[in-house]
């Protein structure tokens, strides 16, 4: 049984002109607020560090460059990782990452409660576009900014809880907490921005909450594991982002939630003794899955005709 | 642009001594019930000729002959065909199938609006066990009865609509409706029988429903698809099985839905173009997935080890 108390640091708005010293402050307090309530591990969100900059179309490079970090921890950060480590807490944190070869990621890493980082991912499944949409108030330009992720979706050993990492868009693609599964994750943590001015057509602003908390809950009810997801959200430079962080359980329940849209800490013991009875019976993997039957699902990218079959 | 009133017939307990021109009879009711009320297609439960009989160990192959079909339509069957043609509606129908050769399938059709056969599904996620585990009240046979189908996951043209079929726990594994999705599908049709008394452990009674619902919201948002279920349930020989026959939508929203857990008309409009801002945003396969991250889903088939992932 392994039995962890984990925290969503669901985080408000960041305005463009926050710079980094400011921000990590407000993490370290909300830090410390879920250490303080029993949290053994802190759930931050996708590009922590600052505002959701895929709105802004620019070619200004030394105006990108001021969103990404090129080491981390970095002197900015440096004061969660310490603080993290002096109360024993480990956590994950999303943010832009600029590579010594000049590539550029979405990321997020886990760190230990020792304060060293335990595993890292780089996004894969990235939303939006690569064009300039001047008509917009705010563009989605994820296509443009990071290159599409190189290490696979990993499970890591975090203070000997598996946990699979993602982030933000993957949560909606069935493939990922598959994927994360099948290495035995026991916990799945992303963080988001799910912004309701997005370019092109999307869902209805009212159905972003339910399809978002549908694909935590049927990731984590259809794999037998726990899924704690933490958003940045709220207004942000006049564009508005869900909140909603939470924890799904593996009978596809929400254990808890934040009600706000701002900086809120919300706490939850997650248990993996209670994953196992799905895992040996309905989602017995080994007993009941087919793979021979799911090669289109790498066979093919897009939708496709239907594959002629007989009827005998 | 495709519109079509589509009903999901729900069928209360079909108790043993039922025999089969009482059962199609009252599968002609619901049919015109749900052509009076406007359907061009009629969705029935799984094995809705007979009652649940995974629920009995028996060696006595009379019996067993019994809840099987060796042809379809056959006589006992043909006055659904009859009366489905006459009145220009297609169906779904799910029952159990035994070949000319000896084979044995958990079995769905599908039937246009002329009155032929225009697809077929063998089930291929066959739930519970193949031992005899006489201390239980009811068994869940699956695996001994049934061979693992050997027609994959097929999408079939019926009346201008792309139909692809499954069957009952077949909707709780993402895989299904990914691959069907992959194919094109607009809609998703299966039948289902969910006992509360099953061997082993499964999730406690009342999270029966969630997970159902749950698993139906999710494969139709994931995949930008209707999905049209329908139980059979209520009480067959003393053993529970829940209702909630339903249709969802590609916004992970549920039209209409049974309340009952008996004989039940529900009736909703699908439109194949509700899906395609969908398909052509964050569901656009083609711009998003990335199948050289899934190759898992394949590879493996039960739970394993993470794949070593590097750290840089």
């Known amino acids: 049984m392994t039995r962890r108390t984990v925290a969503v640091a669901q985080v408000g708005g960041i305005q463009p002109d926050e710079d980094r010293p400011a921000v990590v402050e407000r993490l370290v307090h909300l830090l410390e607020e879920a250490a303080e309530r029993g949290a053994q591990f802190v759930v931050f969100p996708e590009m922590a560090l600052t505002t959701f900059f895929p709105r802004y179309w620019t070619e200004d490079t030394d105006r990108v460059d001021s969103w990404f970090e090129s080491a981390m921890p970095n002197p900015a950060v440096q004061p969660l990782f310490d603080r993290a480590k002096e109360l024993g807490v480990g956590f994950y944190l999303g ?23 335990c595993g890292k991912y780089r996004k894969i499944h990235l939303p939006g576009h690569s064009d300039n949409r001047r008509d917009l108030r705010a563009q989605h330009l994820e296509k443009k900014y990071f290159e ?4 696979g979706f990993g499970v890591f050993d975090v203070d000997g809880l598996k946990v699979g990492l993602c982030l933000c868009n993957d949560r909606r693609w069935p493939e990922v907490y ?3 599964a099948l290495q035995g994750a026991d916990l799945v943590v992303l963080g988001y ?3 309701l001015d997005v370019p092109g057509w999307q869902e209805p602003p009212h159905m972003k909450m339910s399809t978002h908390l549908l694909s935590l809950q049927a990731g984590a009810y259809q794999n037998s594991l726990w899924v704690a997801a933490a958003a940045k959200c709220g207004v942000e430079d006049g564009s508005y982002m869900i909140g909603g962080s939470a924890i799904a359980t593996p009978g596809g329940d929400i254990l808890v939630q934040a009600l706000s849209d701002s900086d809120e800490v919300v706490v939850g013991t997650i248990d993996t003794d209670y994953s196992e009875p799905f895992r040996r019976s309905v989602f017995d993997f080994e007993a009941h899955r087919r793979p021979e039957h799911y090669r ?4 093919r990218t897009g939708r496709g005709e239907p594959v002629p079959a007989p009827i005998p």
Chains 1, 2 share one sequence.
Do not use: K, Q
């Open 178 to 180: 598959r994927v994360l």
């Open 193 to 195: 921005n799910t912004p």
């Open 95 to 117: 943010y832009a990452e600029r590579t010594d070869d000049g590539h550029h990621y979405n990321t997020a890493i886990v760190v230990d409660s020792s304060g060293g980082i």
């Open 296 to 299: 289109l699902i790498i066979e």
């Open 148 to 151: 599409v992720g190189d290490l």
